[in-house]
């Protein structure tokens, strides 16, 4: 009877052993695991900066461009009369040809 007693008990520490064994692996992957997680996090907090940078560069491009297309709006409608239209000023030619001398 205890022999067997002696038995069951070098089994159940055994049984004790493996599973404390599997435990420190079970605990180890977690580990790994966590630390995975904890880099994708910083790569996302990472990325998502980054996406916020570019969104505020693209923002103020567009602020940009927009104000450039307006300056040009305003500017272009007052100097096209001055291109298109001669100044009174300047010495205007007639607009019939000349007939020209022979000879």
Known sequence: RVER???LSSDLGEKVK?????LQESHSGIAQLCALVNQER???DQYTQG???QRLRTELLLQL?????????ELAPQSL???L???VDAPQE????QPRAMG
């Open 5 to 7: 007693e002696l038995s």
């Open 18 to 22: 493996n599973m404390r064994l599997m």
């Open 42 to 44: 910083q790569k996302r």
């Open 51 to 53: 996406l916020k940078q």
């Open 65 to 73: 461009l927009h104000h450039f297309k307006n300056r040009t709006q």
């Open 81 to 83: 009369p001055d291109v």
């Open 85 to 87: 239209a001669p100044s």
């Open 94 to 97: 007639p607009m019939t040809p």
